[in-house]
């Protein structure tokens, strides 16, 4: 009986294993070449739990060496954007407008430019608007479009990375490997010390 194995399978158990060891220049790298993304994770729910509660930072660390489509890293960045604004933390949110690769890429999108523009407009007028708390309040209640929360958008982020990503158990490299080798040396073809 032969078990035929796809090649993607072995490079995306070889991206777990570098990702684990942190090896991150080397994940990029093999991701970039083979044009296969590591869409795995230790824990799927925590990760969609991160997001609807908006632990951004953790998001981020995560988000970063997976395959997520443009679209919805479009939807995650600006909702971080939008939470800076709401907490007046407006130079963290122009910071994450002009050096996010997401945010960039959505700037020369032609089909999303304009919301990188709209972006764009929020920051001039929070700033403009500094001293005005009014201004600032309208500004926030904005933010979102019609029938839209925080809440609901982060829900719908996360539902929007949900689809992508996978849950795997740690060390898969790792125990194929064991396992081969106890195999090899259960059959006789492998002698321990060897």
């Not at 799927?44 to 991160?50: I, V």
């Not at 130079?91 to 020369?108: I, V």
């Not at 990375?161 to 080798?181: D, T, Y």
């Amino acid at each position: 009986m032969n078990i035929e194995v796809d090649s993607q399978d072995v490079i995306k158990i070889i991206l777990q294993f570098l990702k684990e060891n942190n090896l991150h220049q080397t994940l990029q790298t093999l991701q970039q070449e083979s044009n296969i993304s590591l869409n795995v994770v230790d824990n799927l729910n925590e990760l969609l739990s991160d997001i609807v509660h908006g632990r951004w930072p953790k998001v981020l660390q995560i988000v970063s060496s997976l395959g997520i489509p443009s679209e919805t890293l479009f939807d995650l960045f600006e909702q971080i954007f939008f939470e800076f604004v709401e907490m007046n933390e407006i130079d963290s949110a122009r910071c994450l407008l002009l050096n996010s690769a997401p945010l960039q890429s959505m700037k020369h999108d032609e089909t999303h430019n304009i919301r990188f523009h709209r972006l764009e407009q929020i920051v001039l007028h929070c700033n403009d608007d500094a001293d005005d708390h009014a201004a600032k309040q309208s500004i926030i209640q904005q933010l979102y479009e019609s029938g839209e929360t925080r809440q609901s958008k982060r829900k719908r982020i996360a539902d929007a990375i949900e689809k992508h990503v996978f849950e795997a158990a740690p060390s898969r490299l790792l125990s194929l490997l064991n396992n081969a080798l106890k195999y090899q040396q259960i059959a006789g073809h492998f002698v321990k010390g060897e």
